[in-house]
C-alpha cells in the first residue's frame, strides 16, 4: 500500500478539520436550524455527528499502489498491509472511466454478506468495469451512458462499511478481512482526485452495494460539499430483520460498524425497518435524493440472507418505502417490482411497472423531468 506524500496529507487533513470548525462557528453565531431531530439547516455540516464518531477517519490515508490505463478505463491496485483489502487477503482495485462530461457516476457492486454464522461473498476485486445495465456504455437503453464513473468492486464482505480483522478457525491469526472502509475511503479519495468538481452525482450501488450506499453518503457529501447527488439504491433498500434487535447489533458488532448510526438518533437504530435511519439522513443533506428499488419478496436479501421469508419482506419493505416518501415528498421515489428476484441496474432496465421501465424510472429521477419521477408498484 502507497501511502499519500506528506504535503498531500497535510493538505487533505486541513480540508478535513476545517468541517468541524465550520460546525463550531454555526453553533457559536446561532445560525445553526437543528430542529433537534437530527434535522441539518443553514450552514451546518451534513452528517457531522457521524464525522465525530469517525466514520471518515480513513479518508486521506491511501494512494494506488499502481494505476494502469486498459483502454478508456484506468485500474487503481492498493497494495497489502494494514489499509485496503478484500476479505481473504487480496489486494483491492477499482476503476475509473472519464468520459469529459460534469456528470459523474459512483457505483457500489454488490457480491453478498459475511458475518459470525454465514458466510457468501465475493473475495476478490476484479478489474475493469463491466459493459452491463448503467455500467454499459454503448447500450441505447441506458440513462446513465455519457456519465464519468467510478466503480468500486466489493469484496469485504462487510456491505463497504466493514472494519475488523477476524480469525473464523480459532487458529490465531486472522483469516477474515472486513476492510469495506479502508476501501470506500480509498476509492472515494481516487474519485475526488480524478473528478475533483462534477456538476451533479448519481451514487448507484445494487444488493450489497445499495446497502453500501446508505454508508457511502456521508463520506461522498464530506468529499463533494455542494454537489447535488441522487442515490440510486437497487436491491439493498436498508431492511434488517425485524424484531430482532439482538441479531441486528451483533451484525454491527462483528463489522464494527457502530460509528454509521447516529447516537442521537432514536429512530435510526436497526429494528428491520430503515425509514427512520433514511430519513435522518435526508433531514441531515436537504441537497440529496433517493431512489429506491426492490422486487416485493427479494429471495436473496429476504430469505436466504435475512432469513425472514419472502411475505415479511414484503411486509416491512412496502410501509416503509411509503412512510419514507411522506416524510420527504419531493426527494424520494420507490419502484416496487412483484416477486422474488433481485436486482435491476446491471441488466434488468426493461422491467416495467405500471407501464415505465427501470430505464425510464431512472432518467426520470436524474433528468428531473417535472412531474414525470413517481413512486410505481404493483
Known amino acids: 500500500m502507497t501511502r499519500l506524500s506528506e504535503n498531500t496529507r497535510r493538505s487533505r487533513t486541513m480540508r478535513l478539520a476545517a468541517w468541524p ?43 494506488p499502489m499502481m494505476s494502469t490505463a486498459d483502454g478508456d478505463v484506468t485500474n487503481h491496485v492498493f497494495g497489502e498491509g494494514d489499509g485496503p483489502l478484500c476479505l481473504s487477503g487480496e489486494p483491492y482495485s477499482m476503476a475509473t472511466r472519464d468520459t469529459g462530461t460534469e456528470d459523474l457516476m459512483i457505483f457500489l457492486q454488490g457480491g453478498g454478506a459475511c458475518w459470525f454464522d454465514l458466510c457468501a461473498a465475493t473475495s476478490e476485486a476484479a478489474p475493469g468495469i463491466p459493459e452491463a445495465g448503467i455500467l454499459d456504455p454503448a447500450l441505447p437503453a441506458n440513462p446513465l451512458a455519457g456519465m464519468s464513473t467510478v466503480y468500486l468492486p466489493y469484496c469485504d464482505g462487510g456491505l463497504f462499511a466493514s472494519d475488523a480483522d477476524v480469525d473464523s478457525d480459532d487458529s490465531g491469526t486472522p483469516d477474515r478481512f472486513h476492510r469495506g472502509l479502508h476501501n ?5 479519495d ?62 454491527i458488532d462483528y463489522w464494527n460498524i457502530d460509528a454509521f448510526f447516529p447516537a442521537s438518533c432514536e429512530e435510526c437504530t436497526i429494528q428491520g425497518d430503515p425509514s427512520g435511519f433514511l430519513d435522518w439522513q435526508l433531514k441531515q443533506d436537504p441537497n440529496t435524493r433517493l431512489g429506491m428499488l426492490s422486487y416485493a419478496q427479494d429471495f436473496t436479501i429476504g430469505t436466504f440472507f435475512l432469513g425472514i421469508g419472502g411475505p415479511t419482506f414484503e411486509g ?17 421515489r420507490s419502484f416496487i417490482v412483484p416477486g422474488d428476484s433481485h436486482t435491476f441496474l446491471l441488466g434488468e432496465l426493461d422491467v416495467a411497472v405500471e407501464g415505465v421501465t427501470v430505464g425510464e424510472w431512472v432518467e426520470s429521477m436524474v433528468d428531473d423531468v417535472e412531474g414525470n419521477w413517481e413512486s410505481v408498484s404493483e
Open 21 to 63: 470548525l465550520a460546525a463550531l462557528a454555526v453553533l457559536v453565531t446561532g445560525c445553526s436550524d437543528n430542529d433537534g431531530n437530527g434535522s441539518s439547516g443553514g450552514d451546518a455540516v451534513p452528517f457531522q455527528e457521524l464525522i465525530d464518531q469517525g466514520v471518515t477517519r480513513y479518508l486521506g490515508l491511501y494512494s
Open 184 to 188: 470506500l475511503s480509498a476509492a472515494l
Open 190 to 251: 481516487v474519485a475526488v482526485q480524478t473528478f475533483p468538481a462534477p456538476r451533479r452525482i448519481v451514487l448507484a450501488g445494487v444488493s450489497g452495494g445499495g446497502y453500501g450506499s446508505i454508508f457511502a453518503l456521508p463520506l461522498v457529501r464530506q468529499l463533494y460539499p455542494d454537489i447535488p447527488i441522487d442515490v440510486l439504491n437497487d436491491s439493498g433498500v436498508g431492511i434488517t430483520r425485524p424484531d430482532d434487535p439482538a441479531f441486528n447489533q451483533q451484525i
Open 316 to 332: 416491512v419493505l412496502r410501509p416503509a418505502m411509503a412512510e419514507l416518501e411522506n416524510l420527504n415528498p419531493e426527494r424520494m
